[in-house]
């Protein structure tokens, strides 16, 4: 089990942005994942702001049986919902268009590179998305925080499209 926090430096009342995974995973007391996370978190809170942009607030929502759970939830754990600068909504769009672009279909097994998939009945290209928008709104979220503290499940992604952050 691998659990990230990306560019992380102890220093007194960093701002550190949580994405969705580890969120429900505490929720949902997935085993590891959960305790770990939760442990994680209980020990940040005491000298950092834990914060979530507006969109996992969103993406929440679905898990908890209604908004007075989901804030409870946010309120027991110190969790801050925070404001996107519209920047970041720019940074976001052009770093999920190069995801788009320079996405390649490979086996997950074996590694080999597929060619592109055409629908049969209308020769069209398919794309199969594995992140989406929300994920690099995410990013693009912690990016404009000072520190650009980041606790996700999806380390290696992150590093990949917001370079200035660092998996650990």
């Given amino acids: 089990m691998i659990i990230w926090l990306i560019n992380f430096v102890a220093e007194p009342m960093n701002n550190i942005v949580i994405d969705t995974n580890p969120l429900v995973y505490i929720d949902h007391d997935v085993t590891d994942f959960g ?11 005491k000298r950092n702001a834990l ?34 600068k519209p920047e970041s909504y720019v940074i976001a769009a052009k770093r999920w268009e190069k995801y788009n672009r320079r996405r ?11 060619g592109k998939l ?20 995410i ?3 912690a990016l404009q925080m ?9 380390g290696g992604y992150f590093s990949s499209y917001f370079p200035t952050f660092c998996a650990h």
Avoid: W
């Fill in 146 to 154: 000072k520190g650009r503290n980041l606790i996700t499940n999806d």
């Fill in 35 to 45: 305790k770990n996370y939760a442990m994680l978190l209980g020990e940040l809170c």
């Fill in 51 to 84: 914060l979530i942009p507006k969109i996992v607030y969103g993406e929440l929502s679905l898990i908890f049986e209604d908004e007075k759970e989901l804030n409870d939830f946010l309120s027991d754990t110190g969790i801050i919902i925070g404001e996107t």
């Fill in 104 to 114: 390649v279909l490979m086996c997950t097994k074996c590694g080999k590179k597929l």
């Fill in 118 to 137: 055409i629908c049969k009945k209308c020769n069209s290209g398919i794309k199969i998305r594995q992140h989406i928008l929300s994920d690099f709104l």
């Fill in 139 to 141: 990013g693009a979220y």
